[in-house]
């Protein structure tokens, strides 16, 4: 890892998130294994591997939904708080888009952006509902902003969910595998979502397993197996010449 060119060009700025030395385990499970990265601000991670790698795990203790072991995580210079006020101002920072779109079901798609603005980051609803309309157009659903999520459909969905995590005017996105439980016809349009917020200058994690998305989009591809980050590099290096024998299997079966 410590040879990866990419990585030594991501250090020398002040990164935005760092984890070192992060373990976790659930029981006898040693499922993040001294894991250590740093992401720069405005970069794009794209994090792939096996199913049970700790891909997701990885994702969910950036955000505090899971708890670490040992180690450190901070988010630009400020460690991972335990709860309160800090996890809530926390998780407004860290924007978190999931695999089930987790939409608040008997709300409308405009409110289910504006709540967690007024609630959380205490912002005035005239002013959180234009924010709100302003981001559905981004995401190209500015028109169902008076429906609710079952009327939309699932593509719809996730641009929502994509609309309200910016909401909260996040420093960092992290994507579990935002696209895996819609219709093939509309992964594309959440991808275009994520590739413009990517040219916006968003810092993003990704896990994914659209490849093409990773080619075009993301800086850095880090491939995990069992715990542990085995190969990270840049997608074209990555994609074209991978060094670990995990990579190759990995890739021979997906691409
Ligand atoms: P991935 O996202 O790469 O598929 P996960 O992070 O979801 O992997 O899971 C990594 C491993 O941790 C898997 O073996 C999974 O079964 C296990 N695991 C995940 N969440 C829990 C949990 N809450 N309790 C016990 N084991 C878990
Ligand atoms: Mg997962």
New binding site residues.
């Given amino acids: 890892m410590t040879e990866s060119p990419v990585e030594d060009s991501t250090t020398a700025a002040a990164p935005l998130v760092v984890l070192s030395k992060v373990n976790k385990h ?1 029981g006898a ?1 040693h ?1 993040l294994q001294d894991i250590d990265l740093r992401i720069a601000q405005g970069e794009v991670v794209v994090l792939i ?1 096996p ?7 990885l994702c969910r203790t950036i955000n505090r939904l899971e708890t670490i072991d040992s180690g450190t995580i901070t988010i630009d210079g400020r460690p991972l708080p335990d709860e309160g006020k800090e996890l809530a101002r926390l998780r407004a920072e860290v924007g978190m888009v999931f695999q089930s779109f987790n939409l608040f079901a008997h709300k409308t798609v405009l409110e289910n952006v504006v709540i967690g603005q007024v609630k959380v980051r205490k912002v005035p609803r005239p002013q959180a509902e234009k924010t709100a309309r302003e981001l559905l157009e981004r995401v190209g659903v500015g028109a169902q902003a008076d429906k609710f999520p079952a009327q939309l459909s699932g593509g719809q969905q996730q641009r929502v969910a994509i609309a309200r995590a910016l909401a909260m005017k996040p420093k960092v996105m992290l994507f579990d595998e935002p696209t895996s439980a819609l219709d093939p016809e509309m992964v594309n349009e959440v991808l275009e979502v994520m590739r413009q917020l990517a040219a916006d200058g968003m810092t993003m994690v990704v896990v994914t397993h659209e490849m093409g998305f990773a080619r075009s989009a993301a800086n850095r591809v880090l491939f ?1 197996a069992d715990g542990k980050i085995v190969e990270q590099n840049t997608p074209d290096a990555f994609f074209t010449a991978p060094r670990s024998d995990r990579a190759k299997d990995f890739l021979s079966k997906i691409l």
Avoid at 51 to 57: A, D, L, M
Wanted: charged residues 10%; positive net charge.
């Fill in positions: 659930y499970l499922v591997g199913s049970g790698s700790g891909k997701s795990t995990m």
